[in-house]
Nanobody
Framework: QVQLVESGGGLVQAGGSLRISCAASNGVLSLYAVGWFRQAPGKEREIVAVLSASGIGRYYRDSVKGRFTMSRDNTKNTVDLQMNSLAPEDTAVYFC?????????????????WGQGTQVTVSS
């Protein structure tokens, strides 16, 4: 099973920006649709955004539309999530995972092993 590794989180003030990255143990994220998930304290993990293998198919949950953008860096074999205009309600541990296409990722039918995630904390 592919192991996912997240990086790039941190502490930022409300209105600020962060960019987090997802890498795969087999180094081949380009073959998969990739989703970013997040889990806030006391809450269930939720889907945030998904990017298809081709880069054409995209999904963003309503609360992040216009603020978050997913992209692929094929030279680094990573999939990044650029987060702008961050708000305290974005505070969570962010995870990435993969599937063959966008819809399975949205349903949580993922193929990879969950990593440790990366903590994003937004102060008010």
């Amino acid at each position: 099973q592919v192991q996912l590794v997240e990086s790039g989180g941190g502490l930022v003030q409300a209105g600020g920006s962060l960019r987090i990255s997802c890498a795969a143990s087999n180094g081949v994220l380009s073959l998969y649709a990739v989703g970013w998930f997040r889990q806030a304290p006391g809450k269930e993990r939720e889907i945030v955004a998904v990017l298809s293998a081709s880069g054409i198919g995209r999904y963003y949950r309503d609360s992040v539309k216009g603020r978050f953008t997913m992209s692929r860096d094929n030279t680094k074999n990573t999939v990044d999530l650029q987060m702008n205009s961050l708000a305290p309600e974005d505070t969570a541990v962010y995870f990435c995972n993969i599937a063959d296409s966008v819809d399975p990722v949205r349903r949580g039918q993922i193929l990879g092993s969950w990593g440790q995630g990366t903590q994003v904390t937004v102060s008010s």
